[in-house]
């Protein structure tokens, strides 16, 4: 792993537009140096805004480092650019897990299958959410008495998604805006108080008109969702951060692509003194 990690950064040094970065901050990751291995993605992506395996990347990195907001915003990225990305999509889907949103998953891995209808790795997701759980049976001692739960039955067509605003803005990130339309309108329906979500739908609606609007997160209590624009995405910032995040540690922007190729180089060296 050491070998390629030096020939990936002679690639990257000679020359720093290189996709190379993928592979070295990829090896870094599975060594660990997850700190090294976001720095490589960073000045990656830097380089080359509109790539999106760059971003998919930076997702997987993050969510192994446990921030699970930048890792979702990174994955959102990556599907702005390319919507059918398979590594953005089934991310992103294992983020959702992670925080427990089954059915969130569920519809993005479903979106993922459509594009990538013979994909072994989601094919694989899908059923494993779909096979019975018969721990949730499972009753304490203590609550014996109670009555049984009654036992989970599968219906013979998908069921349709709690409405979260993450999920409308998974919608809308696909382009599929009436449908995100209405799952704001089902917000409303069981909030009618919901200010945020009453503005994100008006925006949508315009949109729908022809008018461009800028889509951003809807609610500020749901975690980071796919945040585009209809124009100028790839002028934004490279992974926004929400603001309890804790600032990147050893951040790109914080040190000139100079200094960063000088200390590649010196991992070169070290590199063929370890090889040597």
């Given at each position: 792993m050491i070998g390629k990690i030096g020939s990936y950064l002679q690639i990257v040094a000679k020359d720093p537009s290189s996709t190379a970065?993928?592979?070295?901050a990829e090896a870094y990751r599975q060594i660990g140096l997850l700190d090294d291995a976001l720095e490589a993605a960073r000045l990656?992506?830097?380089?080359?805004?509109?790539?999106?395996?760059?971003?998919?990347?930076?997702?997987?990195?993050?969510?192994?480092?446990?921030?699970?907001?930048?890792?979702?915003?990174?994955?959102?990225r990556a599907l702005?650019?390319?919507?059918?990305?398979?590594?953005a999509l089934v991310g992103l889907a294992r983020l959702h897990l992670i925080r427990g949103q089954r059915d969130l998953a569920r519809n993005i891995l479903q979106q993922a299958?459509?594009?990538?209808?013979?994909?072994?790795?989601?094919?694989?997701?899908?059923?494993?959410?779909?096979?019975?759980?018969?721990?949730?049976?499972?009753?304490?001692?203590?609550?014996?008495?109670?009555p049984p739960p009654k036992k989970e039955v599968l219906p013979s067509e998908p069921a349709e998604p709690i409405p979260t605003a993450t999920l409308a803005e998974i919608y809308a990130q696909q382009g599929l805006l009436d449908k995100a339309v209405r799952v704001y309108e089902d917000i409303l329906h069981q909030n009618p108080e919901n200010?945020?979500?009453?503005?994100?739908?008006?925006?949508?609606?315009?949109?729908?008109?022809?008018?461009?609007?800028?889509?951003?997160a809807a609610t500020a209590d749901e975690p980071a969702t796919l945040?585009?624009?209809?124009?100028?995405?790839?002028?934004?910032?490279?992974?926004?951060?929400?603001?309890?995040s804790p600032p990147l540690q050893g951040a790109i922007e914080d040190q000139p692509p100079l200094a960063v190729l000088q200390?590649?180089?010196?991992?070169?060296?070290?590199?063929?003194?370890?090889v040597q």
């Open positions: 970065f993928v592979p070295l990656g992506t830097k380089m080359l805004p509109h790539f999106s395996p760059g971003f998919s990347t930076m997702g997987r990195i993050l969510g192994q480092m446990g921030r699970i907001d930048e890792a979702m915003s990174a994955y959102a702005s650019i390319d919507r059918q990305s398979q590594s299958e459509g594009f990538h209808p013979d994909d072994e790795k989601i094919a694989d997701m899908l059923v494993a959410l779909d096979l019975p759980r018969p721990w949730k049976d499972i009753k304490q001692s203590s609550q014996a008495q109670e200010a945020k979500a009453r503005e994100r739908l008006l925006q949508l609606q315009e949109s729908l008109g022809g008018k461009p609007v800028l889509l951003t945040v585009v624009t209809q124009q100028a995405a790839a002028e934004e910032d490279l992974l926004e951060t929400t603001p309890t200390r590649w180089l010196t991992a070169i060296k070290q590199g063929r003194a370890n």
